[in-house]
């Protein structure tokens, strides 16, 4: 009875020993969490060379005055838009128009002496025409030899004065005629000079710069607006020298643009042939398309086709983003393995991967939340 009651406990003992290590982890896990993989296989990729760069405008125009003054009114804010023509800046005009007053005032004396100098001239016509007739008689006489040398020589005096008087008339109306021509001519440059005073907007676009303010002096030359035309935008990307001779004007490239939420296509339109000595790269310019979205500033990248390649693709869902690391689980016997990665180009729903995994790996995807390193998995079909 004593021997029987010794080997049942030493059985149970080796019954209990006999589990293996591998089991007992496995019951420690829980159970098997199902997933679904995809095997990382070899594409063919789009070679692709990207080159990163700034939107400008195409046209932009620093508003200034063309003339002194002091600011009265500023119709704009900065990220307005505006038509062509709108008045954007109104200055103080009263100089302007004493001086406005002052070439009316003088027009108006001329054009008030202009019947006085025809009177002057209708009398001293009259003058002559006596003298003339007086000198013809006399001169008549005087072949007669009915009067004497010196009555001839006092019609001929006569004559010579009426004439130096009417010449003399003419002329002072020829310059009252100059005179208001010239006051004329001051009056249309007041005029135009009060235009200036309201300052108005060269074009359709968007108020980007704003440095005055009501009370400011304006200064001719010193900028206070600065406006972009609508619709007249450009990627300035900067290209490495190597690769310019891959790209052409009129081609095609794909731009994507941080704050605007999808791909644009943009076409060449200008390779600056200059290359920059400290970075050497050259500026690429491609016209970019119509976007309401689109503001001078944005980064942006172009992305140049440049044929493709055989590389190793896994989809984008199943990549874990911890800060500036990025992971991947495997699946592998039957346990999820996380595995540091290192990518390259995205293309839609597919990133190139550069090292991590190889070839035939089994990629989990869509990742299970929770799921941790060693965790046990069962592969769905």
């Known amino acids: 009875m004593k021997r029987i009651l010794y080997f049942v406990p030493m059985a149970l003992w080796l019954s209990g020993c006999g589990e293996s290590p591998r089991e007992n982890r496995q019951a420690a896990l829980g159970p098997a969490v199902p997933v679904n993989v995809v095997a990382a296989s070899e594409r063919q990729w789009p070679s692709v060379y990207e080159a990163t760069g700034t939107v400008r405008a195409r046209t932009t125009s620093d508003i200034a005055a063309k003339l002194m003054g002091y600011v009265r009114e500023v119709k704009v804010q900065t990220g307005d838009r505006v038509q062509a023509g709108q008045l954007l800046v109104t200055l103080d005009t009263r100089d302007l128009e004493v001086n406005s007053r002052r070439a009316e005032a003088a ?20 003058n002559l025409d006596l003298a003339q007739s007086t000198f013809d ?7 007669k030899k009915s009067i004497s040398n010196q009555e001839f020589d006092e019609a001929a005096a006569k004559l010579k004065c009426a004439q130096s008087a009417y010449d003399m008339a003419k ?16 009056v249309k440059a007041t005029e135009v000079t009060r235009t200036y005073a309201e300052i108005t907007a ?21 900028p206070l607006l ?19 001779t891959t790209i052409r004007v009129g081609q095609t490239v794909s731009v994507a643009l941080d704050g605007v939420d999808r791909t644009i296509s943009a076409r060449v339109s200008e ?6 000595a400290a970075s050497r ?36 869902s199943a990549i874990t983003e911890h800060g500036q690391l990025q992971s991947v689980f495997v699946a592998d016997t039957g346990t999820a393995h996380a595995r540091l990665i290192t990518t390259g180009q995205r293309n839609q729903d597919q990133v190139e991967v550069l090292s991590g995994v190889t070839a035939g790996d089994n990629i989990i995807v869509p990742v299970p939340k929770d799921l941790s390193d060693g965790a ?6």
């Open 107 to 126: 027009l108006e004396e001329v054009r008030s002496a202009v019947p006085e100098a025809d009177s002057a001239i209708a009398g001293a016509k009259s």
């Open 171 to 186: 002329a002072k109306r020829a310059q009252l005629d100059a005179q208001a021509a010239r006051v004329q001519q001051d």
């Open 376 to 381: 046990r998995v069962e592969v769905r079909p």
């Open 137 to 143: 008689r006399m001169q008549d006489l005087f072949n």
């Open 281 to 316: 790269s050259a500026i690429v310019k491609l016209d970019l398309p119509m976007v309401a979205s689109l503001r001078a500033g944005m980064f942006g990248r172009a992305r140049f086709q440049r044929g493709s390649r055989s590389t190793l693709v896994i989809p984008a």
């Open 271 to 276: 390779i600056v042939p200059g290359v920059d």
């Open 202 to 222: 060269p074009f359709s676009g968007l108020i980007t710069a704003k440095s005055v303010e009501p009370g400011t002096l304006a200064v001719p030359g010193t």
């Open 226 to 244: 600065t406006i972009e035309r609508d619709g007249s935008y450009r990627l300035e990307a900067s290209v490495e020298e190597s690769r310019l």
